[in-house]
């Protein structure tokens, strides 16, 4: 019998449903309060209010990207498309780090490919095994 079978269950399942955390009890009564304080130092100039406050209200902004125009030839072979990447980042086409997102991208897709070959062979083998 397991430790905790349906007719072994413990008696304190944890927090009851509807129970609070104490720290975000005391955090949302004071929240007010804190952020008029973080307000205050950061109009005297103490750069870490500052800092929190423009985190907190302005988003992060994310890197947009031109669209790439690389020739690539669905015949070559993988290494033959790294290559026109790295070619392209040698002649300053594209950026390092999209052109090591797209490696990666078309690394991932050859693995999809060997998995869905191994899937059909093993599927072949067992029509064969029973059939």
Known sequence: MSKFSSLNQPENRGRPKGARNKLTMLLEDE????????????????????????????PTKKAITEPLYINIDERMTLKQKVNCVLDAVCNGQVDPTVATGLVNSMANAMRLAELEEIDNRISKLEAIANG
């Open 31 to 58: 929240a007010e309060e804190v952020i008029k304080v973080a307000i205050k130092k950061a109009k005297e100039g103490d750069s870490q209010a500052i800092q929190a406050i423009l985190r907190y209200v302005l």
